[in-house]
């Protein structure tokens, strides 16, 4: 397959990087210092299940990359809306764009841009970022992916996607309902991310705090009611399962909101609590807990973005 990889950060180049190593062409669209030393030296991946480097295509140009058969979409929440678009170049009729990112309305950004027939849920689970221009530190998380439809079918495309990642060692599923895992995976990093990030501390410390840990739970609960308000299926268990899964997380373990935050770059927290928030208004459902959050970091978000 030819995939587009927008956006070679630690998501993108993790996965764009396994991708073209198992012989995709791949083309990955970066800027910057990142750019300029994928061009001279390759794309190096040093990760927890064995590390490689990739010399693949890079540009910062999409009309360079010209036409895909699916788009992995990488960027940043808060670069959506110039980054969507830039996406024309790189369709043709029938090309799938998959978000793998942080938030719960991307998919809804990208369609207003290129069409619902374009677009697909996607999910990952993984802990990756640039640790250096060139170079993706992936340290943990299963490293795995749910791709889907909207709509729930099993098209063509989602399933020769899930197969070329699964033959090139990234375990993809393709679940019933894409909007499920979504919702279930933003539950997850809307508490994660939010506890971290707000007392500076990691999820060990969280645990270790009778109120913190209350707090996390209850901003998977309030998550768990704006996804039913939104007409979203999520199971009664998801609550205790998350609350075990996070139990078992290494103590040390932090978010990319965190990382944003102590190295000064721009914070997705509109993406995660922002959008909550707004959209517990819309349905009535009380989000205290995220609230909190939004009001004790949208300074930090503030000063990042000026």
Same mark, same amino acid.
């Given at each position: ?15 764009? *990087?396994?991708?073209?190593?198992? $012989?995709?062409? #791949?083309?990955? =669209?970066?800027? @910057?210092?990142?750019?300029?030393? %994928?061009? +001279? ?46 996406? *024309?170049?790189?369709?043709?009729? $029938?090309?799938? #764009?998959?978000? =793998?990112?942080? @938030?719960?309305?991307?998919?809804? %950004?990208? +369609? ?195």
């Amino acid at each position: 397959m030819k995939i587009g990889v927008f956006g070679a950060g630690g998501v993108g180049g993790y996965y764009g *990087g396994r991708l073209a190593v198992a $012989g995709h062409r #791949v083309h990955f =669209l970066a800027r @910057g210092g990142h750019l300029a030393k %994928i061009r +001279a030296e390759g794309l190096s991946v040093r990760s927890v299940r064995g590390d490689f480097r990739v010399n693949a295509p890079a540009t910062d140009d999409p009309a360079e990359i010209g036409q895909c058969d699916a788009v992995l979409f990488c960027v940043k929440s808060y670069d959506n809306r110039a980054a969507v678009s830039r996406l *024309g170049p790189m369709l043709h009729d $029938g090309t799938a #764009v998959v978000s =793998l990112q942080n @938030g719960i309305d991307n998919e809804e %950004i990208l +369609a207003e841009a290129v069409g619902w027939p374009h677009v697909l849920g996607g999910a990952s689970f993984i802990f990756s970022t640039v640790s250096e221009p060139g170079v993706i530190s992936h340290t943990g998380g299963p490293a795995s992916l749910s791709i889907g439809e909207v709509d729930g079918q099993r098209s063509e495309r989602v399933l020769a996607l899930s197969a070329a990642c699964n033959e090139a060692g990234i375990p993809t599923d393709v679940p019933d309902d894409i909007r499920v895992v979504l919702w279930s995976k933003y539950a997850f990093i809307c508490a994660q991310a939010g506890m971290t990030a707000s007392t500076r501390l990691p999820i060990g410390d969280i645990r270790d705090s009778e109120p913190a840990w209350h707090m996390f739970r209850s901003i998977v609960e309030e998550v768990v009611a704006v996804a039913r308000a939104e007409g979203v299926p999520l199971p009664d268990s998801l609550i205790d399962d998350h609350l075990r899964a996070t139990g078992a997380l290494d103590p040390s373990s932090r978010s990319s909101l965190y990382h944003d935050l102590s190295t000064g770059h721009r914070m997705e927290l509109d993406a995660l609590h922002g959008t909550l928030t707004r959209l517990g208004a819309k349905h009535g459902v009380p989000t205290p807990a995220s609230n909190a959050v939004l009001a004790i970091l949208s300074p930090w978000a503030a000063k990042a973005r000026r």
